[in-house]
């Protein structure tokens, strides 16, 4: 069995889920949302994150990590704060010797519904599906879980596909 942690980064809100994985099955743990309050200062916003973090890491355990890519937008001073939120979602892991990967919300898509083009509904539905005892408070600790979910297919995969090499 691993435990994996999916982290949704965002400055004003940051998304986690933390499921356990034991080859196809899936349970949820727990989930839910970092907020920061928009009107303090970045630097103070990043501590929260990174504090809250560290205490999610401590309280649940997880033995592997999987964050979300950044995605590019128009607005670059949003991208670049998003770029810090991230930065801390990757850190705070990897300081604390989880293996993090990450993961492009289309590829995030495709493992939990099917499509990279989903909605944020559907990504949500169908993570309620997966994990139907899935407590889901707000749309970024959905799709932290459906980070989570992700990877969990992707690691069965691999494994699946470094044991038929082994064998081979």
Known sequence: MVRILGIDPGLRFTGWGVIDAQGNRLSYVASGILATDSKASVPERLCVLSDGLEKLIGQYAPDEAAVEET????????????????????????????????????????????????????????????????IIQKADAADALAIAICHAHHRTSQNS?????VMA
């Open 71 to 134: 995605y590019v937008n128009q607005n670059g001073t949003a991208t670049l704060k998003l770029g810090y939120a991230r930065g801390v979602a990757l850190l705070i892991p990897a300081k604390r010797s989880l293996m993090v990967i990450e993961y492009g919300a289309k590829t995030v898509k495709r493992a939990v519904v099917g499509t990279g083009a989903a909605t944020k509904d559907q990504v949500t539905m169908m993570v309620k599906r997966i994990l139907p005892s899935a």
């Open 161 to 165: 596909i470094a044991m038929g090499k």
